[in-house]
């Protein structure tokens, strides 16, 4: 956790912003925003990826008690599929950031765009999820929400494994859309099979 900046700008009010499953086949995006106070511990705190599961649920709690204000937003395979997935991403995250308690001076959105939020200043940071902690835990708060929301989907369609591959393009995955099709929560703007199939 040490290796993680607190801050990007002394003295502002920031949030942490990212997204999760925007690289999936099915589901919706879901992004989290998240406001820390000065000198929080949260042990073990990395970027989402670099975490297990175990870990991730270990912390989601401990952020969602520790955060200063934290909220999660998404947005919907039919909003993926009218506005494109990048444009999607960044309304979950401006859904995220409206739902805030309190209204952050400065946002880090990880990544290297983003489309602004009612002129509060942003920084684009590549890979900051790894590099901020409020970025590392807006990222597990919207990994850990968007795969709690992948098991409830789960039990409407168990022959696809979302309960495994969250949606993700997975062999598994690919293989159940070519036995079964897809269906309603699948993604039709994205290539759901390879041509050659």
């Excluded at 409830?152 to 062999?171: I, Q, R």
Aim: charged fraction near 25%.
């Amino acid at each position: 956790m040490s290796r993680l900046a607190a801050y990007h700008t002394f003295g502002l009010i920031e949030a942490g912003c990212d997204e999760a499953g925007r690289g999936c086949l099915a589901g919706p995006v879901v992004a989290a925003a998240v406001i820390l106070p000065a000198g929080v511990r949260l042990p073990g705190l990395n970027d989402s990826k670099k975490l297990n599961r175990a870990e991730r649920e270990r912390l989601r709690p401990l952020i969602e008690a520790r955060a200063l204000a934290w909220c999660v937003g998404m947005a919907d395979v039919a909003e993926i599929d009218r506005i494109n997935i990048l444009n999607a991403a960044f309304l979950a995250m401006h859904r995220a950031i409206a739902g805030l308690h309190r209204r952050p001076e400065h946002l880090l959105v990880d990544g290297d765009r983003f489309n602004s939020y009612e002129g509060i200043r942003h920084s684009c940071i590549l890979q900051g999820d790894g590099k901020f902690r409020s970025i590392a835990a807006a990222s597990v708060l919207a990994k850990t929400h968007r795969d709690a929301l992948m098991a409830d989907l789960h039990k409407e369609a168990p022959h696809y494994g979302w309960e495994v591959n969250k949606g993700y393009p997975t062999a598994e995955h690919r293989a159940a859309i070519i036995t079964h099709g897809p269906c309603g929560h699948h993604r039709t703007s994205f290539t759901l099979l390879p041509e050659l199939v």
